[in-house]
Nanobody, 114 residues
Framework: VQLQASGGGLVQAGGSLRLSCAVS????????MRWYRQAPGKQREEVAS???????NYLDSVEGRFTISRDDAKNMVYLQMNSLKAEDTGVYYC?????????WGQGTQVTVSS
């Protein structure tokens, strides 16, 4: 299984971005899918997850601003990010634990200018 994240970029504070994660196999509906981020000098943190049942869970600091979703037919996972803040800056990774192995996308850079 391979994951490929895209959609990052430079945006002003208050703006929006939508990240996409393309998954190489039909697994998004069968596994919890996650987005993580890593800011410079900080540890990687989980930002959002979507359960097999389609329920989203969020880091407190992004609750109400970010929305995770998926398209089972396209094997895609998305992260809609609104009202972006400077502290949302970082490299964003999609993740799945598939058959007991952590799989990561290559990361996409999000930079929010204040």
């Amino acid at each position: 299984v391979q994951l490929q994240a895209s959609g990052g970029g430079l945006v002003q504070a208050g703006g929006s971005l939508r990240l996409s994660c393309a998954v190489s196999g039909p697994i998004v509906s069968r596994n919890a899918m996650r987005w993580y981020r890593q800011a410079p000098g900080k540890q990687r943190e989980e930002v959002a997850s979507i359960t097999k049942g389609g329920y989203g869970n969020y880091l407190d600091s992004v609750e109400g601003r970010f929305t995770i979703s998926r398209d089972d037919a396209k094997n895609m996972v998305y992260l809609q990010m609104n009202s972006l803040k400077a502290e949302d800056t970082g490299v964003y990774y999609c993740h799945v634990n598939y058959l007991g192995v952590d799989r990561w996308g290559q990361g996409t850079q999000v930079t929010v200018s204040s």
